[in-house]
């Protein structure tokens, strides 16, 4: 039997739906499942949907619906999100330059775990990395999966200026800088590519329940490649479909 979220008001235009107090797999499945099946509703009470890790934050407009009809209708759709059928997961490959001036805190990473770059990276690029949710900034993908190994303070003096696209890992955690941003990431590497590009149709690239994985480049030249065919709009990313097995192991951020 599926176990019902517990629904709290946030003001008085939002639900909380909560479906559990640990971060998994299985309870970012049941939001995003929520999510679908209300964005497929198209009841017109639904102002917005914020998803997270375990909760979705369902924004209502209260003068076109009783708020006893939204809980009903929210846990009636909640009771039967196990037996939806959401599309498979995808894997995005994500190309990325390690090292060099993209990646200047590689060697640091490597020291603090006691490894080499060349570990560093082959451990860093090995999972496949679940997306639980985009926030902080536009289009930052909250990512669960990085090896402990790995796991690096952050820095004491946040930089200025970050580059987009660039790849961090914070403590225990690793992620994708989508824009120029402050930041206090040690930066492993870089991605050419776009994570977010409000030209687009979905401006983000990568949405929850999404998995990518880090595909390292051989130089720059491989780099700047890439970076072209982009911006001349010739470039295919590359996405395949995840079988059942699944990152559940992935810690909290902030």
Not at 21 to 34: C, M, P, Y
Request: aromatic letters at 8%.
């Amino acid at each position: 039997m599926t176990q019902l979220p517990t629904l709290n008001y946030a003001g008085d235009q939002g639900i909380l739906v909560e479906f559990g107090d640990k971060i998994d797999v299985t309870l970012n499945d049941r939001v995003r499942n929520l999510m679908c099946l209300m964005e497929q509703s198209q009841e017109d009470w639904i102002v917005d949907l914020v998803p997270s890790y375990k909760s979705l934050l369902v924004i209502f407009n209260p003068t076109l619906s009783p708020r006893k009809h939204i809980e009903n209708y929210i846990i009636e759709l909640a009771s039967n999100i196990d037996k939806s059928s959401e599309s498979a997961d995808r894997i995005i490959k994500i190309p990325t330059l390690y090292g060099s001036e993209f990646g200047m805190d590689l060697e640091f990473v490597a020291s603090n775990s006691n490894l080499t770059t060349t570990e560093v990276i082959s451990l860093h690029s090995q999972p496949n990395y679940r997306v639980f949710m985009i926030g902080f900034a536009p289009g930052f993908p909250y990512l669960g999966g990085l090896n402990q190994k790995l796991a690096t303070p952050r820095l004491e003096n946040p930089r200025l200026k970050i580059p987009a696209g660039s790849v961090g890992i914070a403590d225990n955690q690793t992620g994708i800088y989508p824009n120029d941003s402050p930041g206090g990431w040690q930066l492993i590497g870089r991605t050419p590519l776009n994570l977010f590009d409000l030209s687009r149709e979905k401006p983000s690239l990568l949405i929850a329940g999404d998995y990518i994985k880090f595909e390292p480049l051989e130089n720059l030249d491989e780099y700047s490649a890439i970076q072209n065919e982009i911006k001349s709009n010739n470039y295919k990313l590359e996405i395949s479909i995840l079988d059942n097995q699944k990152t559940n192991e992935p810690e909290s951020h902030e």
